[in-house]
């Protein structure tokens, strides 16, 4: 048996691309720089600039902060059902299989609560702007624009290929979290504090 020294040799296999995960951690940290981004000129503008006092009413209601805990209780409503038809298309619901119209009502609820929470964030930033004389207003103030933020990145993260599994679901809980501190540190203690009124 001969060997031929001049023939080319197979090449060992290529081992895999170094640097991957960090190559990921720089393609999301955009949307989270967005996200900050968001976050910080909204509450930058709440801070400095001068409230107007209010933005809006409804004919209808007592005041705009009736409108307000009103508008926040549906959007958390809407909220709660895009949880849930998500936890559905996951399959964590058990003994409730997602139907061919579940992505659709986890899209639309979704759009239904964003729309409702803007003009309560309107409202929030250009009438009474951001309120640190209490612990309750601070926090409202903080994860009211941390919660803008958070949807930005979940946002950006959809137009995005080749996520990890859990990014998705693990961004959109942190979006309905701050929905959910934002309900209960605006509307439900209006409601505990003045009735449950319009």
């Known amino acids: 048996m001969s060997v031929d020294p001049n023939a080319q040799t197979q090449d060992p296999p ?3 691309p170094s640097g991957g995960s960090l190559g990921d951690a720089a393609r999301y940290l955009v949307p989270v720089l967005v996200g900050a981004a968001v976050a910080v000129v909204l ?26 805990s009103w508008l926040a209780t549906a959007a958390l409503a809407f909220g709660v059902v895009q949880v ?8 964590r619901l058990p003994g409730v299989p997602a139907a061919a119209w579940t992505p659709v009502l ?5 759009r239904v609560a964003f729309l409702l929470a803007v003009p309560v964030a309107v409202h929030c930033l250009y009438g009474l702007g951001y309120q640190t004389y209490s612990a309750r207003a601070a926090w409202h103030s903080l994860i009211g624009c941390f919660f803008f933020g958070a949807f930005s990145v979940k946002m950006l993260l959809l137009r995005m ?11 959109g809980g942190v979006v309905f979290a701050a929905l959910a501190v934002l309900w209960l540190t605006s509307a439900l203690w209006f409601f505990r504090t003045f009735g449950v009124t319009t």
């Open 14 to 16: 290529s081992p895999p």
């Open 43 to 68: 509450g930058v503008y709440g801070r400095f600039h001068e409230p107007a006092g209010t933005a809006f009413n409804l004919a209808g209601f007592s005041s705009t902060s009736a409108v307000k």
């Open 84 to 91: 849930v038809a998500a936890l559905a298309m996951y399959g």
């Open 106 to 110: 986890h899209r639309w609820s979704g």
């Open 161 to 171: 290929e080749r996520l990890p599994g859990w990014l998705l679901p693990v961004a």
